[in-house]
């Protein structure tokens, strides 16, 4: 049987293509949006879940491209601790992505936030084509090929964050990166086909006994999503650290029967030394780099010189493909894992 979610994962280019082209003929009311009368206010990402940690990584990315000083907000904390976001920011916008448009909690954080910054202006990026969301926002972008008929977020996380990525670059003037995604994109489909081979191999519930995803900066909101995606589709514990950070101590949990995923952020000393750290435990060192990592057992390498962004983003379809696999592998359904729903009200 094949599972929705499996052409989901191994053909979201398709959608990531769509993805890059819907943005592009946006792209004077992204940029009109930014340079309005915020035009040097913060940026503020608001999300909940998978498009959280997405924001975590894409919130960077739009402050190192575009200059401006730019945070992700859990719209949990919001909620619960408004007090805590009173005179944070400076002149915001804020920047919804969310696969429905729908979660209450996200709804009441930008209602909240909104009642602190009544000059603030929202953006939303929402999968779902008939959203509350999109009535509270000032520019609403909708990217409905992206959802999933399945319950986890697998393109949709991809598709989001791929769509912030682009528009920080937009809005920052950086075209090179549209045309490294356009390059990848070209060899996507036959990465993801030679990746998923190797992919099936490992994902062996009775060799794999621990999971671990590793990555730094900009990639680090990506990296963590990965080990949810396993939770989640899997339903299987994995945790998640900084790069170096799994040395003080939690280290010790590496052994035989781990297996540790390196999002590679171009810090070939520190991650040599780490792997060669975990490897030494008898666990198995697993790297998304965008060239060669003869560091690691084995290499998801996508063969050329991509910018960060887009190794995290290939680093999210090689955790969404072992959670799928590893899935199987236990004998559970991948689009439909315990009880999970695709969004959450009250």
Known sequence: MEYYSHEEIHKQYISLGQTLEYILENENRIVDFFSGGNSNGDIVFLACGSSYWMSLSAHKTMKFKTGRRSYAVKASEAVLCPGE??????????????????????????????????????????????????????????IDWANEKSVCQTRSFSNLYAACAIMAALVGGDRPFVENFREYLKVAPSLYLGHEAKIRE?????????????????????????????????????????????????????????????????????????????????????????????????????????????????????????????????????????????????
């Open 85 to 142: 976001f009173c005179g944070a920011y400076d002149n915001p916008v804020f920047v919804c992505p969310s696969r429905s448009g729908r979660t209450q909690e996200l709804l009441d954080a930008v209602d909240v936030l909104k009642s602190m910054y009544p000059n603030s202006r929202v953006l939303s990026i929402v999968e779902y084509a008939d959203n509350e969301l999109a009535k509270k926002s000032d520019l609403a972008l909708n």
């Open 202 to 346: 490992i994902a062996d519930a009775s060799k794999v006994k621990s999971i671990v995803t590793l990555g730094s900066g900009l990639q680090y909101g990506v990296t963590v999503e990965g080990a949810y995606i396993v939770i989640e589709m899997a339903q299987f514990d994995a945790n998640y650290f900084q790069l170096l950070e799994y040395r003080h101590g939690p280290i010790v949990t590496a052994k035989p029967g781990t297996a540790a995923f390196i999002c590679s952020g171009g810090h070939l000393a520190h991650e040599r030394k780490i792997a060669e750290e975990i490897r030494a435990s008898g666990a198995k060192v697993y790297a998304v780099a965008p060239l060669s990592a003869d560091w690691a057992d084995y290499a998801f390498s996508l063969g050329g010189d991509y910018e960060k962004e887009i190794v995290a983003l290939h680093f999210a379809f090689v955790m969404q493909s072992f959670a799928y696999h590893f899935a199987l592998s236990q004998k559970k359904d991948p689009d439909n894992p315990g009880n999970l729903v695709p969004y959450i009200i009250y």
